[in-house]
């Protein structure tokens, strides 16, 4: 299956959520994009990660560490609409946004890329029976080579911020980032993708469109991160 088949295949919201993730990470914040679907199915609300952006738009929180894309697109809805039913994120939320989305009273959260770091997060329902009263459904979702995708691009980005922070190639990231070894023991598909896409050269504020990215790095999609 072609890449163009595969974006076809997995309907406008998932897509919209992918597009979301692949600007927060051309604007050089960590690549997750998110969507929240109302009763009838439909978007009602949209967010991405804006570490990296100081300036927001109005309503969306940016340059912090708490300018996440689950919150940002949660942050969205307002008191007195009708209750969001799902939550799709390109990436399995950290505890912060599991908090979020119960606040915000959603139903399910879905994710397309599981999220090593936060191993355990999924107990917070352990917590006592009023928390967990509203807690949602926590969802993983196969978009075949797309999640591996959805799982590579954020540690693409991860391992660029950190290298600019310590001042150190990339190469060093690579060898002794805790993030990248949770994902190195966890999830080496996604790892390996990444490590692909860095050797390659892809960078924040690269000037391909997503769909050039895709066909470029779909045979490492497919493969694992092995080129096909």
Request: hydrophobic share 45%; charged share 20%; with cysteine.
């Given at each position: 299956?072609?890449?163009?088949?595969?974006?076809?295949?997995?309907?406008?919201?998932?897509?919209?959520?992918?597009?979301?993730?692949?600007?927060?990470?051309?604007?050089?914040?960590?690549?997750?994009?998110?969507?929240?679907?109302?009763?009838?199915?439909?978007?009602?609300?949209?967010?991405?990660?804006?570490?990296?952006?100081?300036?927001?738009?109005?309503?969306?929180?940016?340059?912090?560490?708490?300018?996440?894309?689950?919150?940002?697109?949660?942050?969205?809805?307002?008191?007195?609409?009708?209750?969001?039913?799902?939550?799709?994120?390109?990436?399995?939320?950290?505890?912060?946004c599991r908090a979020?989305?119960?606040?915000?009273?959603?139903?399910?959260?879905?994710?397309?890329?599981?999220?090593?770091?936060?191993?355990?997060?999924?107990?917070?329902?352990?917590?006592?029976?009023?928390?967990?009263?509203?807690?949602?459904?926590?969802?993983?979702?196969?978009?075949?080579?797309?999640?591996?995708?959805?799982?590579?691009?954020?540690?693409?980005?991860?391992?660029?911020?950190?290298a600019r922070r310590?001042?150190?190639?990339?190469?060093?990231?690579?060898?002794?980032?805790?993030?990248?070894?949770?994902?190195?023991?966890?999830?080496?598909?996604?790892?390996?993708?990444?490590?692909?896409?860095?050797?390659?050269?892809?960078?924040?504020?690269?000037?391909?469109?997503?769909?050039?990215?895709?066909?470029?790095?779909?045979?490492?999609?497919?493969?694992?991160?092995?080129?096909?």
């Open positions: 299956m072609g890449w163009e088949d595969a974006w076809d295949g997995i309907g406008d919201p998932w897509r919209r959520a992918l597009e979301l993730a692949w600007e927060a990470f051309v604007e050089g914040s960590i690549a997750v994009g998110a969507v929240v679907l109302g009763p009838d199915g439909t978007v009602v609300a949209e967010g991405r990660n804006r570490s990296a952006d100081p300036d927001p738009p109005a309503g969306q929180i940016g340059g912090s560490y708490v300018a996440h894309a689950e919150v940002n697109a949660l942050g969205r809805l307002s008191l007195g609409t009708p209750e969001p039913t799902t939550l799709l994120t390109t990436l399995e939320p950290c505890v912060l979020a989305s119960r606040y915000a009273h959603v139903a399910e959260v879905h994710h397309a890329a599981a999220d090593p770091i936060w191993e355990g997060a999924e107990r917070m329902g352990e917590l006592n029976a009023f928390f967990a009263r509203r807690l949602p459904a926590f969802v993983p979702v196969d978009l075949g080579p797309l999640s591996r995708w959805a799982g590579a691009l954020p540690l693409v980005a991860i391992v660029h911020r950190v310590r001042a150190v190639p990339v190469a060093t990231v690579l060898a002794d980032d805790a993030v990248v070894a949770g994902n190195r023991a966890a999830q080496p598909d996604y790892l390996a993708v990444a490590e692909r896409l860095l050797a390659d050269g892809l960078a924040p504020g690269t000037d391909l469109t997503l769909e050039q990215a895709l066909a470029r790095w779909w045979a490492d999609l497919e493969g694992g991160g092995t080129p096909g």
